[in-house]
């Protein structure tokens, strides 16, 4: 038995009570206590990062309308995007794929635009892709935002030549003709490249491979993939999804000293059921809860992936990259299938916020999400329709959060959580992160899930006097409030502070809210 054993049956028995007194929840106080002495892993500013993938209108359209366009943009990426995305201090954008990468070419997106082939994306609605956004494109992409670069190589349909002179054409600082050739396309310096990608979903999409044979394939691959050592990315093999550790197990056993991260992809939805998953908006509470429950999922997953690292990788030399994740509902009306694109509301903010906490816990080993996408498709920080853009609650939570972007996590611990849930499902009433920021400020962020009630915290920061708090906090009244081009400013942060009285700091977290306060001494 260990030592945990007694506190974890505590806590059960505490949990156990709650729900069969719900009443006594709506009363409790939750206690949180944070461990300001011990910092843990610092979470690295990359599990902030964003996905611009090749689909419907989140990069042609939404990102991209090419330099003769109206819409205001530099040298063809639109300004209002490109702005609102630099206040979420991107770190890094994933590209060009997702399912799209194992069926890119990379010589499609080079040289003059208007000579380039014009292909069909036979992944998302089998529409004419006219390669008008390529390398050199998404690498001013990443420049504009200040962003670093993680591309996507093509597995599925490429060849260890073709990915081995994509990566020299990028990176290569020599007299070679792919050096040459970059130049005389625009670009006499190497690009940086901070990570790449050995295929994508090589279990589903990206080939329908076994581990096994994915593993070869990433070997091979891989041995020809050279770069200047100052030049060179960070490799990343394409690993499983959900439950399934196979993938994982596979990988970090076979792939030692040839890996830097095995990625992880987790979509939550409301049904749960591909076929019919559930509503962005006019939802009921059922499915409020139904998708929190399903997200909050995302924590036994690290978990159980976490464990198989810790014996195959004792010293932690892999990481667990979580490059796709995110909710994903039915399409709204009239919209191609294939584009996926959803609105956006105060659940998704919600979710995202969640996530960010658990993210923070296993800061070790997750040093990179890409929350699926950008802009337009699943779950997005901005929606666009010709010249307008609205700013959707995720992107709100993101920038909320962006201190936490190189902090040092902290321990925190949940005295008295209350429970949420409905038919049978419940999580924890109140999440809860801590971490403390570059500014030297002590950062908490606190998630209440319940739809309905309120929830009183008590905070306190071990081994010091708290003496107010002050920071943001989006809610709204209804559980699918979201911004619209008509109503751009409905859901939005709003500051908050409190102050402590008899020594003792209560922070009053509005039903389905989000905050992100900070610490006063």
């Known amino acids: 038995m260990t030592a945990s054993a007694p506190r974890t049956r505590t806590r059960l028995a ?114 004419p892709e006219n390669n008008a956004v390529g390398t050199h494109e998404y690498f001013d992409l990443i420049e504009q935002l200040g962003a670093d670069a993680y591309v996507n190589g093509n597995l599925g349909t490429g060849s260890p030549q073709e990915m081995s002179e994509w990566l020299e054409y990028m990176t290569s600082e020599g007299k070679s003709t792919l050096a040459q050739l970059r130049a005389k396309n625009g670009h006499p310096a190497p690009f940086k490249v901070a990570y790449f990608a050995i295929g994508n979903e090589s279990w589903g999409c990206g080939g329908n491979m076994r581990p096994q044979y994915y593993t070869d394939l990433y070997r091979h691959y891989e041995t020809f993939l050279k770069a200047p050592q100052q030049w060179r990315p960070k490799m990343i093999a394409s690993g499983g999804t959900g439950e399934d550790i196979t993938w994982t197990d596979t990988l970090s056993r076979d792939l030692k000293g040839k890996t830097d991260a095995i990625s992880f992809h987790y979509y939550t939805l409301p049904t749960g059921k591909w076929d019919v998953k559930g509503a962005a908006t006019g939802f009921d509470e059922a499915q409020w809860a139904s998708t929190l429950a399903g997200t909050m999922r995302m924590e036994d997953f690290i978990t159980s992936h976490v464990a198989v690292l810790e014996r195959t990788d004792p010293e932690k030399k892999i990481g667990f990259f979580v490059d796709e994740w995110g909710t994903w509902y039915d399409v709204e009306k009239g919209t191609n299938p294939g584009f996926l694109y959803q609105q956006n509301t105060l659940r998704d903010a919600v979710v995202a916020a969640l996530n960010f906490n658990i993210f923070h816990a296993h800061a070790d080993r997750v040093r990179m999400t890409n929350i699926a996408q950008m802009v337009n498709v699943l779950q997005a920080m901005i929606l666009t329709d010709q010249d307008k853009m609205v700013l959707t609650p995720t992107y709100w939570a993101y920038k909320m959060y962006v201190p936490f972007q190189g902090a040092a996590s902290l321990p925190v611990q949940l005295s008295n959580n209350t429970l949420y849930g409905t038919a049978g499902k419940t999580i924890p009433g109140i999440s809860a992160s801590a971490a403390r920021a570059k500014d030297g400020k002590v950062y908490v962020a606190l998630v209440n899930t319940n739809p309905r009630e309120a929830t009183d915290v008590v905070l306190n920061v ?33 500051d908050f502070s409190a102050s402590a009285s008899a020594g003792k700091l209560t922070v009053k977290v509005p039903a389905k809210g989000v905050m992100v306060l900070a610490v006063q001494g």
């Open 14 to 127: 505490a949990l156990a009570v709650l729900a069969a007194f719900p009443a006594l929840a709506a009363y409790a106080q939750v206690g949180l206590t944070v461990d300001a002495s011990h910092p843990g892993a610092t979470i690295d500013k990359d599990v902030y990062g964003q996905f611009a993938e090749h689909l419907g209108s989140g990069i042609y359209g939404g990102l991209w309308v090419g330099p003769e366009s109206k819409i205001p943009n530099v040298r063809g990426w639109r300004k209002d995007v490109v702005g609102a995305l630099k206040d979420l201090h991107v770190p890094l954008v994933r590209w060009p794929g997702g399912c799209f990468a194992d069926e890119y070419h990379w010589r499609d997106g080079i040289g003059a635009r208007d000579k380039r082939p014009v292909k069909v994306n036979t992944n998302w609605g089998g529409v």
């Open 462 to 494: 071990a081994g010091s006097n708290v003496s107010s708090v002050r920071g943001q906090v989006l809610s709204a009244d209804a559980m699918d409030a979201h911004n619209s081009f008509q109503q751009p400013q409905a859901v939005k942060p709003v």
